[in-house]
């Protein structure tokens, strides 16, 4: 199966779209109708560096996608699904048939005209540690309103927050083992952080006004890391939130392979997206996460067969109350449960435990599901004698087990991040 994917904001840059505006003049037109001034000009030449500015950014991001998406509908093939990186989803979103071009550019423009608003904030990637590590060091070191905006890649997070914050955080980070890089992101503001709530609850209105039609191919959602839903409503609200809301970009793309995506193709002027899938997916295939795994099985194999499909689509933190279940089928839930892990579970655990997510942490509390539900190493040879830890050469691992001796990590969260290390 085949899924196009969009860039955002970031991947600007003077020139961009230069060998599709003479292909495709109508759209050329339709955009300067809608803008009021010539986005040729504006790409090609980026006069007063306008690119920088998210007022100007995010209009032509969107047109040149655009650009792209016309080329593939004559040299490529059609695709099974479609994705975008935060603004890159109104483009998906068009090419799905949601609204027009015209339509979806108005939008945009509005959408960049409210984030632009939102002033004193910053944004910056940290390459090379899990995001548990991420957390523990935002927590330790009294992260004030700082969060993760984007879930990019399995050790590539994006911050959002003060300026003033990011970079008293950045010494702690760029001194941390393992970490790659600390590199600020080119944009305006703390997009998908809570600080963006106002222009979120404002574009709202925004969209109300405007009539979403039903998707011709699938698309997945940022906030969800799944497709949208059929209602014209959900799309709305989603869109809404995402402005506020992280990007779930590994949950999205985990979800396309596991739909059967085996083909991403990037539409745009970089390569920014499919980089990160290569990460996603070869993080993927060579260190499965366990609790992750058994999320889907619950999704798959207990929810699915009581609700139908709309459980593959069911967030994770979401509760089952969502979903309407009465007690008859809290019940069914928990006999469900029962067999596909071969152990005995009460519905009161159903109860007590209302969403994907906690299901499957209780779940992996219980060694007689564990041993069942996750793959198990195979146990060491009898002869072969364990190795000295004077001998371990690890740095990275040798400081994670020092921060859990001194009480500074729970043994818990020491295992996730040596887990998220292999």
């Known amino acids: 199966m085949r899924c196009y994917v969009f860039p955002g904001q970031g991947t600007q840059k003077k020139g961009m779209g230069r060998s599709l505006f003479t292909r495709f003049p109508d759209l050329r037109r339709r955009a300067d109708r809608v803008l009021g001034y010539p986005i040729e000009e504006l790409c090609l030449e980026n006069p007063e560096r ?9 209009p032509a991001i969107y047109v040149v996608n655009a650009l792209h998406w016309a080329a593939a509908q004559e040299d490529l093939p059609a695709a099974d699904f479609f994705a975008g990186h935060s603004l890159g989803e109104y483009s998906a979103l068009y090419a799905a048939g949601a609204f027009d071009f015209a339509t979806g550019l108005a939008l945009v423009r509005s959408r960049a005209e409210l984030m632009s608003r939102i002033s004193g904030g910053a944004m910056a990637a940290i390459v090379g540690v899990s995001e548990q590590i991420v957390e523990e060091t935002l927590e ?30 950045r010494p702690v980070f760029e001194k941390m083992e393992g970490v790659r890089g600390f590199v600020p992101v080119r944009v305006s503001g703390p997009f998908h952080a809570p600080a ?7 574009f709202r209105s925004v969209l109300a006004a405007v009539d979403v039609g039903r998707l011709r191919t699938p ?29 779930r970009w590994s949950d999205s793309i985990r979800y396309l392979r596991d739909a059967g995506v085996s083909d991403f193709t990037e539409l745009g002027e970089s390569k920014v997206l499919t980089s990160l899938i290569d990460r996603i997916t070869t993080a993927r295939e060579a260190a499965p996460d366990p609790r992750r795994d058994l999320i889907e099985r619950i999704r798959r194999e207990i929810l699915q067969p009581e609700i139908g499909d709309e459980a593959l689509g ?3 933190d979401a509760s089952f109350r969502q979903l309407g279940l009465n007690s008859i089928i809290y019940v069914r839930l928990a006999r469900r449960a029962g067999k596909v892990f071969d152990v005995a579970v009460k519905p009161d655990v159903i109860f007590q435990h209302r969403s994907c997510a906690a299901l499957a942490d209780y779940l992996l509390t219980r060694d007689d599901v564990a041993r069942t539900a996750v793959p198990q190493a195979p146990p060491a040879a009898p002869d072969a004698p364990p190795a000295p830890l004077g001998e371990y050469r690890d740095e990275r691992v040798a400081a994670l087990l020092h921060d859990c ?15 998220a290390l292999a």
Not at 50 to 58: C, H, I, M, N, W
Not at 235 to 244: W, Y
Not at 407 to 419: C, F, K, N, Q
């Open 50 to 58: 306008r690119l920088s500015e998210t007022a100007y950014a995010q």
């Open 140 to 169: 330790r070191h009294g992260a004030n309103g700082v969060v993760i905006a984007n879930h990019n890649a399995p050790e590539q997070f994006v911050l959002a927050g003060s300026r003033e914050e990011l970079a008293r955080l």
């Open 196 to 202: 963006m709530a106002p222009a979120a609850e404002r």
């Open 219 to 247: 698309v997945v959602s940022n906030v969800t890391g799944r497709p949208f839903g059929p209602d014209a409503r959900e799309v709305r609200d989603l869109l809404a939130e995402q402005i506020a809301r992280p990007v």
């Open 314 to 316: 069911f967030d994770e």
């Open 405 to 419: 001796a001194n009480g500074t990590l729970s043994v818990d969260r020491t295992v996730e991040a040596i887990r």
